[in-house]
């Protein structure tokens, strides 16, 4: 302000000093200028004051600014003086850090007696007579970190969505360091230093990284505008810190899920949060990246920060938690310090039953070959250069790689959504290449999807539309569709998967993540295909459960279909395959007997064309 009225004085003087109409006319507008200005600083002054709620240590100020107005007609030189006062009132707030609005300011530090408390906790979905949560009563000291694990729909996340807002409680009460909480929703719990990483992610896709990174929190600088160079600032040093590396520029729908996920976890961080939930953090996230979630975890359990973990990854959990907690069906059945139990006890908690072996026997013989990829290479980037490989009739064939390596645009372009450049698809001696995915729907192709809530479920759908969806022919009757077939087919893949619903009219939103990922499964189970690719099948889906799916993978191998399973689990990627395919920055580093392989050579492999 001060800038722009000396520029507009020193035009006005230059253009109309000699005449006596310019002279008024330059002291009428020099003064609407000035009651502008005025406006301005009295609503800063006033604003301010109301939201800290400390009115009298800027009366002084106040009372000097109407001093300034009073004798603006007298002496125009007073426009100065109060553009000075508000000058100093910014800088004041800013030393104060009360005017930094872009970040809540650092709380204090938790000490050792912290904790959350959970008394009698129930919570049931509208509409229903059926409680996900009942009279959950757990203590969590949060000194350590915590781990929260359960089968699919044990009410693991729901129990934390009530502590974050996004749900309310039906019963109970929930104790955050000794007093009582009830958030009205996430904006409240952020604000009171509770933040959650959901297993959805929920991102602006069109908005730039910086963009999503401030929703909500937009900084403003002196004059009231949108400080964009502080925000790109502040994001740029965080994700320096957390050893991050995107480019904040760039739309949300142009990164991976992975990427996406580091973000989402990089903006719960930069509330300066008491607590921090992490609800499957890693479910995309291959090895490299969990050392570095989990180096993250480190450092802010270190400067005091409580967090709580959860995961059907039974590995990480023994890891980087101290203390584990057990629900099934809606009820707690364990608490233990990791140090006091085992995998074996803990398997068996989650699933009511012991599971001795992680993966089943892998005892699928694969025949002759049946598809040929030759020297397939991608338009549009992120293109794919010369990747050649067969595989065999009843072979289960993995694909592992780190982030951005290639992997689910490789599907893709195999299943027609990407453009080829070149290259052939070659399935039972014809050439295949699809112009779209009907088109390999229609030749006996299936494919489960990265990202199911983007792109492979219909969210306002119940699990019947959800399930017959992909195969609509099959359920006519004469010229329309059998309602009764639907729902009965709907019936048996809920049966098969042991999917947890209320029956086959559920919406679809009201299941967890895990039995949303076994609707997708059941829907393309009634298309029987020949050739089955897998987009990280097991994300987000329970250690039980994960042993059903990898054998219906086994069992279907058996059967002579083809399986193609991209995994970000290297444990998973080893036991239920045949034979390994690494991909490097878009290439094919090379193929590996998994028998003969191990996790050193994997990990060499998907540095090879870095």
Not at 148 to 156: D, E, H, I, R, W
Not at 313 to 326: A, G, H
């Amino acid at each position: 302000w001060n800038a722009l009225c000396e520029r507009l004085n020193q035009s006005l003087r230059k253009e109309w000093q000699y005449t006596r109409r310019s002279t008024l006319f330059y002291v009428f507008i020099n003064n609407i200028v000035m009651l502008l200005s005025y406006i301005f600083a009295t609503l800063k002054f006033f604003s301010h004051a109301i939201s800290i709620g400390e009115f009298t240590k800027y009366a002084s100020a106040i009372a000097k600014l109407n001093e300034a107005l009073r004798s603006l007609v007298e002496n125009n030189g007073q426009l100065r003086t109060m553009i000075g006062y508000l000058s100093y009132y910014s800088e004041y707030m800013k030393k104060e850090n009360k005017l930094d609005t872009g970040t809540l300011p650092v709380e204090k530090r938790l000490d050792n007696e912290f904790e959350i408390a959970f008394h009698n906790v129930s919570f049931a979905y509208p509409n229903t007579n059926t409680y996900v949560l009942k009279n959950v009563s757990l203590t969590l000291n949060l000194k350590q970190k915590i781990a929260l694990v359960g089968p699919n729909g044990a009410g693991k996340s729901t129990m934390m969505k009530c502590l974050f807002g996004t749900y309310q409680k039906d019963e109970g009460t929930i104790y955050l360091d000794g007093k009582e909480v009830n958030f009205s929703g996430p904006k409240d719990a952020l604000e009171n230093g509770v933040a959650m990483v959901h297993q959805e992610l929920n991102q602006c896709l069109e908005r730039s990284v910086v963009d999503n990174m401030f929703l909500g929190r937009y900084p403003k600088n002196s004059v009231g505008v949108i400080d964009e160079g502080r925000m790109k600032k502040e994001t740029s040093d965080l994700f320096r810190k957390l050893g991050i590396t995107v480019d904040l520029t760039q739309p949300m729908k142009k990164m991976s899920v992975s990427q996406r996920q580091m973000c989402e976890i990089a903006k719960a961080i930069s509330y300066h949060s008491k607590v921090i939930v992490l609800d499957e953090p890693t479910s995309s996230l291959t090895a490299p990246e969990v050392e570095k979630l989990f180096k993250m975890m480190r450092q802010l359990k270190a400067q005091g920060i409580a967090l709580i973990y959860i995961s059907h990854k039974m590995d990480e959990i023994f890891e980087i938690c101290d203390e584990i907690s057990v629900l099934r069906d809606g009820s707690l059945v364990m608490t233990k310090p990791s140090k006091e139990t085992d995998m074996n006890e803990l398997i068996a908690a989650m699933v009511g039953r012991s599971l001795d072996n992680r993966f089943p026997p892998v005892d699928n013989t694969p025949g002759e070959t049946i598809l040929s990829v030759q020297n397939i290479s991608t338009k549009y980037a992120p293109k794919l250069q010369n990747i050649s490989f067969d595989i065999k009739k009843g072979e289960i064939f993995g694909f592992y790689g780190l982030v951005g390596a290639g992997r689910t645009e490789l599907l893709e372009t195999i299943f027609g959504i990407r453009t080829k450049a070149e290259g052939n698809i070659v399935y039972d001696g014809k050439v295949l290449n699809f112009s779209s995915p009907k088109d390999a729907m229609d030749h006996g192709f299936a494919l489960i999807t990265e990202e199911r809530k983007a792109n492979g479920l219909f969210l306002k759908g119940d699990i019947t539309f959800n399930t017959t969806i992909a195969n609509m022919s099959h359920y006519k009757s004469g010229v329309a569709l059998s309602h009764d077939r639907m729902v009965r087919a709907t019936a048996e893949e809920i049966k098969i998967m042991h999917t947890k619903c209320m029956g086959p009219d559920d919406m679809i939103t009201s299941l967890s993540g895990g039995n949303q990922q076994k609707v997708i499964f059941g829907k393309w189970l009634e298309r029987s295909p020949s050739v089955f690719m897998m987009d990280d099948p097991t994300r987000g889906i329970d250690v039980g459960a994960k042993y059903e799916i990898y054998e219906l993978i086994i069992n279907m191998a058996k059967q002579g279909k083809t399986i193609i399973v991209v995994s970000s689990e290297m444990p998973e990627i080893l036991g239920i395959t045949n034979r390994i395919g690494v991909m490097s920055n878009g290439r094919l580093a090379g193929i590996v007997n998994t028998k003969e392989t191990n996790q050193e050579e994997l990990l060499r492999l998907s540095a090879k064309y870095l």
